[in-house]
Nanobody, 131 residues
């Protein structure tokens, strides 16, 4: 059974930083692209960042470029999201997700209709940024 567990969320002031981690059991994350998504109240779930299984390719949504960094530690079977210069609009529940495809060439699609390309999801961690 595959389980993804996020950690590192919390309350931070605007301009601050948080580092989210996603740990897996039942699946070797190094063989799969990974994504971080977020969902704010009343809004659709949106892709924040993604990283290929090899780590050679990354994707960032425009609203987090130059502020967030996705990385993976295959030895620890974890994926992280470093979030700097946080803004109140970054407040959301953040989810990590694992690609369905083994060693996909490239990355899963970044549009909302591509959410289904991710087959396993964590339970989410709350990030709240105060102004």
């Amino acid at each position: 059974q595959v389980q993804l567990v996020e950690s590192g969320g919390g309350l931070v002031q605007a301009g601050g930083s948080l580092r989210l981690s996603c740990a897996a059991s039942g699946r070797t994350l190094s063989n799969y692209a990974m994504g971080w998504f977020r969902q704010a109240p009343g809004k659709e779930r949106e892709l924040v960042a993604a990283i290929s299984w090899s780590g050679s390719m990354t994707y960032y949504a425009d609203f987090v470029k130059l502020r967030f960094t996705i990385s993976r530690d295959n030895a620890k079977n974890t994926v992280s999201l470093q979030m700097n210069s946080l803004k109140p609009e970054d407040t959301a529940i953040y989810y990590c997700a694992s690609d369905r495809v083994y060693r996909r060439t490239g990355l899963p699609g970044s549009r909302s209709e591509n959410v289904g390309e991710y087959g396993y999801w964590g339970q989410g961690t709350q990030v709240t940024v105060s102004s």
